[in-house]
Nanobody, 124 residues
Framework: QVQLAESGGGLVQAGGSLRLSCTASGRTFLTYHMGWFRQSPGKEREFVAAITWSGSSIYYADSVKGRFTISRDNAKNTVALQMDSLRPEDTAVYYC?????????????????WGQGTQVTVSS
């Protein structure tokens, strides 16, 4: 079992930055790929970014490429999402997720464990 807890959400103006953090506890963090997803009202949860267990491979949704950066610190059991040049369309609840090696990284089915989510609101 892995427990995930996100922090760092909030309200920011367009063009601003936020840094989300996710802390994992429970089973060995090192054996899991980590991802960030987001969900807006009335929309399905969508992939944002993912990082493999070693940090050697990183993936981004086209909509955030060049603006968001995912990173992980296996010694601290944390994964972060640095969000720059934020846009109103980035407004959503952001979720941290953990999935076992061998599953797809860009779909919700690739992840077993989810955090409770943190709200990000970008004003125009």
């Amino acid at each position: 079992q892995v427990q995930l807890a996100e922090s760092g959400g909030g309200l920011v103006q367009a063009g601003g930055s936020l840094r989300l953090s996710c802390t994992a506890s429970g089973r060995t963090f090192l054996t899991y790929h980590m991802g960030w997803f987001r969900q807006s009202p009335g929309k399905e949860r969508e992939f944002v970014a993912a990082i493999t267990w070693s940090g050697s491979s990183i993936y981004y949704a086209d909509s955030v490429k060049g603006r968001f950066t995912i990173s992980r610190d296996n010694a601290k059991n944390t994964v972060a999402l640095q969000m720059d040049s934020l846009r109103p369309e980035d407004t959503a609840v952001y979720y941290c997720a953990a999935g076992p090696v061998g599953r797809g990284l860009a779909t919700t089915t690739g992840y077993n464990y989810w955090g409770q989510g943190t709200q990000v609101t970008v004003s125009s």
